[in-house]
Each structure stands twice: as C-alpha cells, then as structure tokens.
C-alpha cells in the first residue's frame, strides 16, 4: 500500500538525474487520493532526484541529504583543495574505517561537512538555496576543520571506551554494564551515523561519550550496585526503544526519542555531564506511548 501511494505520488512530481535545483519551489506537501505526501530532494549519489514521501519526518530527512549533496556538486572547484588534505589526524584517517558502524569514507566526510555548512535549514525554494550555497563559498575549509576536530576528539574517546570494555571482558558480574555501553556505541555510531545526525546531534557526541567516560570512573570509585540500581531505572524505557531501532535503524521517526534517551542517560549515570533540556521518566514514557513510525 505505501509503495502504491509514493509511486502515485512521484508520477506527479518525481524528477532524478538533477546536478542542479532550478525551476518552481518544492511544495511542503501534495495532495493525493491516498492522502498528503511530501515531496523531497533526494540523494542519488552523484546526482540528486525529487520523490514524494508518506512519512514528513523520512520526507525532510531525505531533503536535508539532497540539499547537502546538491551544495557539494556547486562547489566541486573548491573542494577539491578539501578531497585532497581533509583536515582529520592521520589516526582519525585510519580509524574511521574501524571505531563506527560501518565504513566512512570522504563522500560521507564532505556530507557531513554540508550539513553543517547548511545549518539544519531546510530550503523549499532554488532561489533561496542558491543564496545558501553561494554564501558558503570560502568556508568550506574551515568546516571541514571544526568537523575534523570533533572526529579526531570522538575517535580518541571511542578508543579508550572500547580499552576499557577489552580490559574487562569475561568479568560477568559487570556484563551488564558492558551490554549497555556496547548498545549505546552501537546505536551512537550506527552505519551511515554522520548522514544520519543533524548538526545539534553531531556536536552532542561529544557529551555522551564524556557520559560514559564519567560512568566508568565511577564504576571504579563506587559501589557496582549503584550503576546496576540505575540500571534497573533506564533499562525498561531503554529496551522497547532499542528493539524498536533495531528492526528498523533507518527509520528516522525514531530517532528524536534515542537522543532524548541519552540525556535521561546521562543525567542518571554522569550526574557531573551538562544534560541538555528537561527530561524524566515520565515524558519519556509519554513520548515513547505516542510515538508512530513506519
């Protein structure tokens, strides 16, 4: 039934093998027998198409990608000083193939890099777009640096974490601690994780793992019973969330309440990390009872 309706859907509007975005601006939505769709840019690689969409949320997802590929392609002169000497520690280079969920490679750095370059907007229009990605010319360097640093400082986290829980493997009264640190890694750098972040997200990596850094000192200074009573707190909101994220990890509906996820985490297992907006149990529960995605 949905791919019937986003098939309908795109005979109007769908377009692929677009290297440039011109003509009437994308509309928030369209009207269909089946109901609304909404339509998006979308990446095909080397070049970008429009299709429609069921879900607003995967719709702007979508979009965003477009947006950031179709910036790529309108600034391919200058990038080519960045294809050449991406600002990442030889290090990061060599462990960004390793540390994450699946392999990163420079189209998936210079995504990131428009991303950012884009600053979470989502252009409707080619005119306004095109304002976006003349104002960025001369900056693409520079954002390529500030992304670079924040991978080289992740990386560099990532491998102590991943230390720690080699140090201690076998020690099965900490499995489940081990357990939920490797979910949360899994999930944190999921395959394809820099596409998927938002610009907010991305910088917040930084936190979560200095969350688990502060959870494993205190693991080695206080009692193990503490983190386990934690545990038994996070856990049954954690769980169904995480199942969930598991038999469908591209569905970006789900995403938002992960994120919230990690701040409850946070706020429960490094008391000392800065947590970001106001979470609890409870909105938690009412935000997981009322999610829909598919």
Request: glycine share 8%; aromatic share 10%.
């Amino acid at each position: 039934m949905k791919q019937r309706f986003e098939s309908a859907a795109n005979a109007e509007i769908g377009r692929t093998g677009m290297s440039v975005w011109d003509g009437e601006p994308l509309p928030e939505s369209i009207q269909t027998p089946g109901g609304p769709a909404y339509p998006a840019l979308v990446d095909e690689g080397g070049e970008v198409g429009i299709q429609t969409f069921q879900s607003q949320t995967l719709a702007a997802h979508q979009h965003c990608i477009g947006m950031a590929r179709l910036l790529i392609k309108a600034n391919e002169t200058e990038l080519r000083h960045v294809r050449k000497r991406f600002p990442i520690s030889l290090k990061t280079s060599v462990a960004l193939n390793d540390c994450f969920g699946g392999r990163i490679g420079m189209d998936d750095l210079l995504l990131a890099v428009a991303k950012q370059l884009l600053k979470g907007e989502l252009f409707r229009s080619p005119v306004d777009f095109r304002r976006r990605s003349d104002a960025t010319r001369g900056h693409w360097y520079e954002a390529a640096t500030r992304l670079g640093h924040v991978l080289d400082g992740l990386v560099d986290e990532h491998e102590r974490i991943r230390d720690w829980l080699a140090r201690h493997r076998g020690e099965r009264h900490l499995d489940p601690v081990m357990e939920s640190i490797q979910e949360q890694l899994a999930w944190l750098f999921r395959d394809r994780f820099l596409q998927d972040c938002k610009a907010v997200e991305f910088s917040n990596l930084g936190r979560y793992m200095a969350g688990i850094r502060s959870r494993i000192k205190r693991l080695e200074s206080l009692p193990l019973a503490r983190d386990l009573e934690k545990l038994e707190r996070f856990d049954p909101l954690w769980n169904p969330w995480y199942e969930a994220w598991r038999k469908a990890p591209k569905h970006p509906e789900l995403w938002p309440h992960g994120y919230d996820l990690e701040e409850y985490r946070i706020s429960l297992f490094a008391p000392d990390v800065p947590v970001q907006g106001k979470i609890s149990e409870k909105r938690l529960a009412t935000s997981w009872a009322g999610l829909v995605f598919g």
